[in-house]
């Protein structure tokens, strides 16, 4: 749809000249004499009179199909007689028998040429004609597919998207091998003319999802989209909240899974990573392994995850207002073994909490950027020289290094960043809360977390169904916080009022034959 | 927007106070307290926690885990206040374990300790209560082996002794309360006293060695009659109160090998299940309580000639330990009759059964209660002889015939 | 307009009932016969509940305020819901000043009640400013919380061997008359507060399983308030019972198991706030919407006034013992003219003529008001 960005610069359309060097020179400046633009002047052996143009961007196009499918048929035409006679024909005839490249165009305008080639595609110019010739070309080097790197499985498919979105198009293609897999690609970004994909299933999907979808991205004007991310945030719900209302994955198995259930995915061109939406708050709890390993083993994780996720959120609020406000809570001997430690610190509580956290985060976030060969050494310092010694020089007491420890490895449960991202800010928030009012501040805080939660709604799902509201129908409620095995699960997701939420006919195993 | 504008006022307005925040090394742990009465003043005393001392990591022995100290004033929390003048600390009550009331203090009435339980937040009702026959701190200052806080050594001390003999209950504040504050108006606590001959174990010095001069233990029932110490009853009388009450878990009953208690009491009987139903009936304006036990346990020692093997004897056993649970608790029930406080709970159980009539025996229930009589039937089942049959003794007699 | 649905209103009948009242030994002047008189009192909020759905039904769009406007004629029934809307706004005031009294006796004594009572308002009125449909979906997300721990205290209460059942005897010591004397009170607190569903009765989108849905919650949160009741009689017997301000914290205190589970009383306080924070929003939003109909202005605009009402309010009372003398001896003897005496009026006047056609439509002019 490349409307959007056409509709900016209407006016300013500029038809083809009939001279090839017009036209040629007028591309060399559009594009600044970029050095990777190559014009390549020849004759052909149909038309020795006519001088015949090959115009394209080195690198973005694949020199075998310039070479072999263009370039040569070209140069050694032979074309019926009668093709000859008018300048349009010309470039008619070269469409019809002799360009052998399955995607080919006709343009009249400058402009449109312009955009075509920044999409890869090579252009034919013939003297003369007003019109010009766009063929396929597209390819050059880019990353293979490969193992997913930061969303890892032990049991599972292991490949993951990679940067060109036509790959991961044909990936999602090769798993879900029906008509009714429907994409639609828009072009977003005035500068970047990026390709952005919706795909969608056909059938299953709310319409009006997929149509709100398409208004949300039409209305995107900005100059160049790099990553999904720019698009997230342009068609979330709500702007300011730390929840993500929109899912995203590297993994062409969760995008294929997202869309069974109903989901619409948008995909970006120049990532691997793509979205998803509308999603609750409970997907965010449920990693793709989920439905690969046993029902069992996965209700137990999961359950599991959900008590990471508190406890990152609350271990160390708990930990100030159980230390500074209700002594009275903790077992009389850990009080003491509590109080011993805490001897000779000089910070209060709360401070001791928020130097100790603070200091977590930056070396996380050192580790992240740290060159690969450095990562170890990071931790060792952190491990080492910040947590012990911090201890043994009586500045933080042992009980912190521990509760800030255990917090940071919660953390790290979860199966989605940005999930699990929210807990680490929400968690400085409800510690100053905690240090001022106790278990008090802690519930405080917990409720306008919730209410905000039951306020937010992707792509106008509300956010903690099929909780808050209940969703009607059985199973899905129970898939929040446990899997049930692969047979039970008969009906999509509710929540997402699809057109058919029905995956299987009826909850039946086959029976297993005894003999 | 506007709302996280108000939450960063809000947040600013907060941080100017931190009203009820305490950190741990700013507070005095609190592991016992003691109450006395001396020269027309309440005495409390406390015996404060050392964390230091018992951590494991920096603990350096040579220093005993407590320290005790005490305030004086005419009322309880005004003396607690009194501490800030000579500790460096707040004084933190909520993780005390045990109260223990000197015999004066005791006289003088609990009252004032039970209005300061239920009004104030950090005094937790779980907290045991003894009675002392000397002065409370003079406990509170004891070590105790095996145990560094001897404030929490006394209550497991308690809880212990309750599922080990049932000679004493485990009282709370809140059981206390509830019987002061029920039909009977009266309450029995277990008594605490130094015993040996020596000059006390106070310093961890005298730890080390492998007995101690002097040893903190129960002794004696208190008897609480409105909220005054009325009187005592001895170990022994306590159990019996104890049983009559139904307040026995487990116990070991000693027996003779003749019937009617004669002899030595030389075999014992380990008792593992009882239950005592109380059952009051009314006699011309008197009362009767029915008392029926029903008791199962082990034999532990036989050291009397019969062949416990056979059923002829195990029913001559069952009887003579019958008699023995029932000598008892009459006893039991004498002592207490002779102090005329109803710690037994027997006006409660009239007034439930016969709310009518009590409301005319609650007038002078103290005048009645002494009236009563008990029947005491007591159905012993021993549920196992154990490993042998015959006693040890009689087996070498046999061989040798 | 935004609208809930049957599952949402019967969660926040629940929530909203057990409220607060599992804290107080509430008809305690019957001694150990006050969950009998607890019980005849929920017998009664029974047939009250009866009375309000039938009201409900003459005109199943409407609200309070409109449900008075049909009776009583516009100037009237406007004044009235006026009145009713103060009334809301004053009980709103009663359980944020609990907070602050409950703060300030079991979790937090040092700490200034204004900032205690300023952050649950807050609460509240971020939620309202949110919408009925986001405040049943928080309902919806608390109730779970509230059954767990609920029953995990009374389990832990059963475990440690707290609970003594004679302490229940005698029944009726003397006679009927002090059970039935302590029951009109208990009927106006907390079981005829059902009152304040006739706001929110009709945004339940189902409307043909309203009766159904009303009868069943009332009826299970009743029993689980008797059942409350009960249960701290036989802890602490009707004696102890009777003088401790806080029962219900006092037999949490009393639980020890295995050394480790002793100190529940702050989660049970915590709880306890859950249906404070609860009955605060409710009552705090049956203010706005009643007079939202009165008056016509958007929720926006009547939002704060409100709130500011309550948390002014709310500093009225000088101490705690003003705050439950005022609450339970004053305040209980007038609300039964809102929550019987009017309803019972309209229920004899019926529907004004002029008014029927509107009442059976449903078609409202208020609702464009309500709407944004």
């Known amino acids: 749809m490349t409307k959007t960005s056409q509709t900016s610069n209407q006016s300013a359309l500029t038809p083809l000249s009939r001279s090839l060097q017009v036209n040629a020179h007028a591309i060399h400046t559009r594009f600044g004499g970029s050095s990777d633009l190559v014009i390549r002047l020849f004759r052909s052996d149909a038309a020795p009179e006519r001088q015949l143009a090959l115009i394209y961007i080195a690198g973005i196009v694949d020199a075998d199909v310039i070479n072999d499918s263009v370039l040569a048929p070209l140069m050694s035409m032979k074309l019926p007689s009668y093709m000859e006679e008018t300048e349009n024909l010309l470039i008619e005839s070269l469409r019809a028998c002799v360009v052998s490249v399955g995607s080919v165009k006709e343009v009249s305008t400058l402009e449109e040429a312009l955009q075509y080639m920044a999409d890869g595609m090579c252009l034919i110019l013939a003297d003369g004609s007003p019109l010009a010739l766009l063929a396929e070309a597209g390819g050059g080097k880019d990353r293979s597919v490969d193992v997913t790197q930061t969303q890892t499985v032990i049991r599972g498919p292991q490949r993951g998207f990679v940067e060109d979105i036509g790959t991961n198009i044909s990936i999602i293609r090769r798993i879900i091998r029906s008509p009714n897999l429907h994409v639609q690609t828009h072009k977003i970004g005035s500068q970047t003319h990026s390709n952005v994909a919706v795909l969608y299933l056909h059938g299953v999907a709310d319409e009006s999802v997929v149509k709100e979808m398409y208004r949300r991205l039409a209305a995107i004007d900005i100059d160049g989209v790099l990553e999904s991310g720019y698009i997230e945030e342009f068609i979330q719900d709500e702007s300011f909240t730390l929840f993500p209302t929109l899912m995203n994955t590297e993994r062409p198995d969760t995008v294929a899974a997202a869309l069974l259930e109903g989901r619409v995915a948008v995909m970006v061109d120049g990532t691997p990573i793509a979205l998803m939406a509308p999603i609750t708050f409970f997907s965010f709890f449920q990693s793709p392994e989920d439905f690969y390993q046993r029902f069992d083993i996965s209700s137990f994780v999961r359950v599991i995850r959900y008590a990471a996720y508190i406890v990152s959120m609350l271990l160390p609020s708990l930990y100030i207002a159980v230390t500074t406000f209700h002594q009275e809570m903790l077992p009389t001997t850990l009080l003491i073994s509590l109080a011993a430690q805490r001897e000779g610190v000089p910070f209060p509580g709360l401070v001791e909490a928020l130097l100790m956290e603070t200091t977590f985060e930056v070396l996380r976030e050192a580790g992240l950027r740290m060159p690969r060969a450095i990562g170890p050494a990071i931790s060792i310092v952190g491990a080492l020289v910040l947590g012990q010694s911090a201890v043994q020089a009586g500045i933080v007491s042992a009980g912190m290094v521990i509760i800030v420890s255990f917090t940071a490895i919660s953390n790290f449960v979860m199966p989605e960043f940005n999930m699990a991202a929210t807990s680490r800010i929400i968690r400085f928030g409800i510690m100053l809360m905690a240090g001022m009012l106790g278990f008090f501040g802690i519930f405080i805080s917990l409720l306008f977390v919730l209410v905000h939660l039951a306020s937010l709604r992707s792509f106008g799902v509300p956010y903690m169904s099929p909780i808050a509201p209940t969703a009607k129908g059985s199973g899905l409620w129970r898939d929040a916080f446990i899997r049930i095995p692969w047979w039970a699960i008969v009906m999509r997701p509710m929540d997402l009022k699809l057109r058919n939420p029905r995956r299987q006919r009826s909850a039946r195993k086959p029976p297993a034959q005894r003999h | 927007m506007k709302l996280v504008r108000w939450l960063l006022l809000l947040m600013i307005l907060l941080l100017t106070g931190c009203w009820n925040r305490v950190e741990l090394n700013d507070i005095a742990i609190i592991s016992a307290t003691g109450i006395d009465w001396k020269d027309g003043k309440w005495i409390l005393s406390y015996q404060v926690v050392i964390p230091r001392a018992i951590s494991s990591q920096t603990g350096e022995s040579g220093t005993a885990a407590v320290n005790v100290f005490s305030t004086s004033g005419d009322n309880f929390r005004f003396a607690i206040s009194k501490a800030s003048e000579e500790l460096s600390r707040r004084l933190y009550f909520s993780h005390n374990q045990i109260v223990i009331i000197g015999q004066e203090a005791a006289r003088r009435g609990i009252g004032p300790l039970m209005e300061v339980y239920l009004r104030n937040h950090d005094s937790r009702e779980t907290v045991s209560v003894f009675l002392s026959r000397s002065d409370a701190r003079g406990i509170m200052e004891q070590l105790i082996p095996l145990e560094q806080i001897p404030g929490a050594a006394i209550q497991r001390l308690i809880v212990n002794e309750e599922i080990g003999s049932s000679a004493f209950r485990h009282m709370a504040v809140h059981d206390a309360l509830m019987e002061l504050l029920g039909s009977s108006k009266a309450t029995a606590i277990p008594g605490l006293i130094i015993a040996g001959p020596g000059e006390g174990t106070e310093s961890v010095g005298d730890l080390g060695k492998t007995t101690t001069a002097t040893k903190v233990r129960l002794k004696d029932l208190g008897l609480i009659q409105g909220d005054k110490l009325v009187g005592w009853v001895s170990d022994e009388q306590s159990k019996g109160v104890m049983w009559l009450s139904d307040h026995v878990e487990r116990s070991t009953v000693s027996f003779t090998c003749a019937d009617n208690r004669k002899g030595k009491p030389t075999s014992s009987v380990r008792i593992l299940d009882t239950s005592t139903k109380l059952k009051p009936i009314p006699a011309n304006g008197k009362w009767i309580v029915k008392a029926d036990v029903e008791a199962s346990g082990v034999l532990m020692e036989y050291n009397c000639s019969g062949d416990p093997s056979k059923p002829q004897e195990v029913e001559k056993i069952e009887k003579r330990i019958e008699e023995e649970i029932k000598g008892i608790m009459t006893d039991g029930w004498e002592a207490v009759r002779k102090h005329k406080a109803d710690v037994l709970g027997f006006g409660a159980l009239i007034h439930k059964r016969y709310p009518k009539q009590w409301r005319e025996a609650s007038a002078n229930w103290e005048e009645l209660f002494p009236q009563t009589e008990v029947e005491i039937t007591v159905k012993m089942r021993l549920s196992s002889t154990g490993m042998s049959n015959q006693n040890f003794k009689e087996a070498q007699k046999k061989a040798e015939s | ?184 009170d208990l009927v106006a607190f907390p079981f005829a507060q059902m009152v304040i569903m006739l706001v929110f009765m009709h945004l339940v989108k189902e409307k043909k399983s309203l009766e159904r849905v009303t009868y069943r919650s009332q009826l299970s949160v009743s029993l689980f308030l008797v059942l409350m009741n009960a249960l701290v009689l036989c802890v602490l017997g009707p004696q102890l019972a009777g003088v401790t301000s806080l029962p219900l914290l006092e037999v949490v205190q009393l639980v020890r198991l295995a050394n480790f589970l002793e100190r529940l009383d702050i989660i049970v306080t915590l709880l306890l706030f859950i249906g404070l924070y609860v009955k605060i929003t409710t009552l705090y939003f049956a203010s706005v919407f009643t007079m939202i109909a009165v008056t016509g202005l958007s929720s926006r605009n009547l939002l704060f006034p409100i709130g500011i009402f309550i948390y002014a309010t709310s500093f009225l009372e000088p101490n705690n013992t003003y705050h439950l003398w005022i609450g339970l001896e004053i305040t209980l003897k007038i609300v039964p003219v809102f929550q019987i005496a009017f309803p019972l009026l309209m229920l004899v006047v019926g529907i004004r003529k002029r008014y029927k056609p509107e009442a059976a439509g449903g078609g409202r002019r208020a609702e464009g008001v309500k709407e944004k």
Do not use: C
């Open chain 3, 1 to 184: 307009m935004q609208q809930i649905d049957k599952k949402q209103l019967s969660l926040l009948i629940i929530v909203f009932l057990i409220g607060s009242t599992p804290l107080f030994e509430l008809g305690i002047e019957a001694k150990q016969d006050a969950w009998l008189a607890m019980l005849i009192a929920a017998g009664a909020g029974m047939l009250l509940t009866v009375m309000y759905v039938k009201l409900q039904q003459r005109a199943p769009n409407a609200g309070l305020a409109d449900l008075l406007k049909y009776h009583f004629g516009r100037i009237l029934g406007g004044s009235l819901a006026t009145i009713y809307a103060i009334w809301f706004a004053y009980e709103s005031m009663r359980n944020v000043r609990d907070v602050g009294e409950l703060t300030t006796m079991a979790l937090l004594g040092l700490t200034p009640k204004w900032i205690i009572m300023f952050l649950i308002l807050l609460l509240s009125a971020y939620t309202i400013s949110k919408g009925i449909e986001v405040f049943a979906r928080v309902v919806q997300l608390l109730f779970p919380l509230v059954v767990l721990s609920y029953s995990s205290i009374i389990l832990l209460i059963f475990f440690s061997g707290l609970v003594k059942f004679n302490q229940l005897l005698p029944i009726l010591e003397r006679g009927p008359m002090p059970v039935l004397k302590a029951v009109p």
